[in-house]
């Protein structure tokens, strides 16, 4: 009698491997229990990013500001891990889907999808937004990080993916979420690095504080912050602009003969630069209490909460910043805070501002550059003393962060420094190799793009007066500009580091 013929086991479809098949079969072993449906619910919302769509809307709706950063860059990612895994890789490597017959029934889709099984598009997209979430939010990562691993082991589970699949997709999608650094440096939420403290005469209740407020600051919602401010201030002075006049006017009017002992600014940063200029010009410290849209000064000087300058208004605790200042055309000097800019500059700054809250700031950032450079026209100067052409000039009080891209925090606001940077217009192909370095995020190693720290700089326009942006406000034009860093002039309010 004949032995019995033992069946060879089929062997695994093409490119998928014996420890798929078996991680498969495995898989296919457990018993049905309720969270088939669910993971199967899961993986079909997951369908065309729909579930990242709706994460990456409602952090950016309803989240603080690392959450809407974090839903920001986690689309971002997203979107480029989903077009490189499904236009991409897919077409490049075709693979065969596990059979029909590789999970139970209760687990298979209706209409399962016919594609190239490698690697797994639902696993790409899904740790591109967890990555993503994570680099700027690490706790709303800790959330959403479970759901993500579940949408890739659901591909599994549902039979439409071999491991190996979802693996490389994860791979490539995390590899694709970290290398939006080359393009879109995480901000970092820490205050810059300030100058020496002080002691000087607390301002209990506001005795001796003059606060200026502006009524059209950007935020919106400045009635709660100004009953917050007068029930913390009551005895202090408060004076709302009038657009119609100067405010230093308004201001030294106020100044003269009382016993005014520190000026106080509630409002943006073109409020917030206005009142610095006066506290430096008059040697009085000055109390932040930001109330405008992006708040850039208060938020890099670590006083960008109300309680924190109240607090050390109470203690007569200052800080030492560094302001910077413009003189032009050898009749006018400004004061300014954050930054100077020339030439296409100020019209990047509007069309990113415009953009970003739809976009996310590097996107805007990144879409605002190509648009000013594909209109603008060069700026002929004389840099110190050197003459260039240019696209942009960028002048910023202390030093920017990241030294290669668009700058986006401030680490460093006390070492007598100006950042300083700008874009070429006389290099051969100039406005292309800009595009391609925004675009590539490789625009520190361009010819193109120059970046300097220094305490000082001059700028001749060689053709007619063009117009100065600083701080936000452009309403200066002139020829002659002189730039230098004033270490140490502004005596801020702010609690001691603990």
Known sequence: MRPPRIRKPAPPPALASNLDVWLIGRSAQVRPTAADRLLRSLSMSANHNRLWIGVGAGLMLCGNRPMRRAGA?????????????????????????????????????????????????????????????????????????????????SRVHIGVHWPSDVVAGGLLGS????????????????????????????????????????????SGNGAPASAQLRAGLPAA??????????????????????????????????????????????????????????????????????????????????????????????????????????GGYPDFVRLRERWQPRLGKWPAAGIAMIRVLLGAQPLHTVIDRVPTAIWMLFVGNGRYHPADQVPMARPELHRGTLDVRYLRADVRFSRTRLVWAALTGTLGSSATYVHREVPRLAVHVTENPVSLATDGEVDLRGSDFVFASRPSALALFRPPEE
């Open 73 to 153: 860059r986690g689309l971002l990612a997203c979107a480029v891990a989903s077009g490189i895994a499904n236009g991409i890789a897919k077409p490049v490597f075709p693979r065969r889907r596990p059979p029909d017959e590789s999970v139970p029934f209760v687990r298979r889709l209706v209409r399962p999808p016919v594609s190239s099984s490698f690697p797994s598009g639902h696993a790409a997209s899904a740790a591109a937004f967890a990555t993503g979430v994570a680099l700027e939010s690490p706790a709303a990562a800790a959330a959403i990080a479970p759901v993500a691993l579940a949408v890739g082991y």
């Open 237 to 342: 002075q408060i004076v709302q602009i009038d657009p119609e006049r100067d405010l230093g006017v308004q201001l030294d009017a106020r100044l003269r003969g009382t016993d005014v002992t520190a000026l106080g600014v509630s409002g943006g940063d073109g409020t917030v630069s206005s009142v610095a200029e006066v506290a430096v010009r008059c040697g009085v410290p000055l109390a932040v209490f930001a109330d405008g849209t992006l708040n850039h000064f208060a938020r890099d000087a670590g006083v960008d909460a109300a309680e924190q300058t109240l607090a050390a208004l109470e203690h007569g605790t200052v800080v030492r910043v560094d302001a910077a200042e413009v003189r032009f055309d050898d009749d006018g000097a400004r004061i300014f805070v954050n930054t100077a800019s020339l």
């Open 175 to 218: 590899a694709i979420a970290l290398a939006t650094h080359r393009w879109w440096a995480v901000r970092a939420d820490e205050p810059a690095l300030l100058g020496r403290a002080e002691e000087v005469d607390p301002v209990r209740h506001g005795h001796g504080l003059l606060l200026v407020t502006n009524p059209l600051a950007g």
